[in-house]
C-alpha cells in the first residue's frame, strides 16, 4: 500500500510540474490563433501588437528581418481583391514551454490556398513586458514538398508575373514579386517602385514570352525559371512563391 501510494504521489507530482511548465499557456496559445487569423486578412494592427520592436525574425527562404521590415511588407501589400485567392494560416500541434516572463512556442503552420498547402515548422520566443505577451524571435522552416507540386505552382506565378507587366496590373505585381524585387535589361536596373512609375507613365515595352520555352528548377524555397529571352529568380515565402529578380536580354 506505502508503494502504491508513493508511485500515486510521483505521478500527481508530475502532472502538477507539467502543468506549471506553461501556466500561460492558454493565453498564448489564444494570441497565436488570433496573430494567425489577422496575418490571414493582412491586419497591420495585428500584426503591430504581436511583434516586439527588438524583433529579430528569419523566414524559410533564409532572409532576416526587423519589425519595421515586417511592418513595412504588411503595410504595402495591397488589399485583396474578391477574386484574388486567399491564404488561410493555422496552428497544428502547438507546443508551449515557459521560464517565467518568457516562453517558447513551436508549433506546424499550415497555409491554405484554394489550390494548395504548404506546412512550414515555426517557432517563437515570447517575453511578457508590463503584461502583455509579445515576440522577440521567431524561426520558420519549410517542410519538404514534392518537387512536383511546387514547379506547377511556379509555373503559374511565372505566367501570372509576364501578364501583368504586360497588362500593367500593379496590385498583381505587388503580391507577385518581393519588395526587394530587381529587374535587370540590359546594362539597366530598374526596382520594383521604378517599374511601377513606369508602368503608371506607360513607359514599359515588354514582349510575353512563350511559355513552351521554359525551364524551372527547384531548390528548396528557391526556384529558378528560365525563358527563351529572360531569368527569374522566386522565393516561397508561408507558401507563396514570389519574384525577387527578373534578367532580360533587353
Avoid at 10 to 20: F, K, M, W, Y
Avoid at 80 to 92: C, N, S
Amino acid at each position: 500500500m506505502k508503494k502504491l501510494a508513493s508511485i500515486t504521489f510521483l505521478l500527481l507530482l508530475a502532472t502538477t510540474v507539467s502543468a506549471q511548465t506553461a501556466p500561460d499557456a492558454a493565453e498564448l496559445t489564444k494570441l497565436l490563433n488570433d496573430f494567425l487569423a489577422g496575418a490571414s486578412r493582412n491586419d497591420v494592427a495585428v500584426h503591430e501588437s504581436f511583434w516586439a520592436d527588438d524583433l529579430i525574425y528569419t523566414r524559410s527562404a533564409g532572409r532576416r528581418v526587423n519589425k519595421a521590415e515586417v511592418m513595412h511588407d504588411v503595410r504595402t501589400t495591397p488589399a485583396p481583391k474578391p477574386t484574388d485567392p486567399k491564404t488561410i494560416y493555422t496552428a497544428e500541434d502547438i507546443r508551449i514551454q515557459q521560464y517565467g516572463d518568457t516562453a517558447v512556442v513551436a508549433f506546424r503552420l499550415v497555409a491554405t490556398t484554394e489550390k494548395s498547402v504548404a506546412n512550414l515548422l515555426n517557432s517563437g520566443t515570447f517575453v511578457k513586458r508590463n503584461g502583455k505577451w509579445q515576440v522577440v524571435n521567431w524561426q520558420s522552416t519549410r517542410m519538404p514538398r514534392m518537387e512536383a507540386e511546387s514547379k506547377s505552382e511556379v509555373t503559374t506565378a511565372d505566367a501570372a508575373l509576364h501578364e501583368a507587366i504586360v497588362s500593367g496590373d500593379i496590385d498583381k505585381l505587388t503580391a507577385l514579386t518581393d519588395p526587394s524585387f530587381v529587374w535587370t535589361h540590359g546594362s539597366v536596373q530598374t526596382t520594383r517602385q521604378q517599374l511601377f512609375d513606369d508602368l503608371r507613365a506607360k513607359k514599359v515595352k515588354y514582349g510575353k514570352p512563350d511559355p513552351a520555352k521554359v525551364s524551372i528548377s527547384i531548390y528548396s524555397d528557391t526556384a529558378i525559371v528560365r525563358g527563351e529571352s529572360y531569368t527569374l529568380t522566386f522565393i516561397n515565402q508561408l507558401g507563396v512563391w514570389r519574384a525577387v529578380s527578373l534578367h532580360t536580354s533587353s
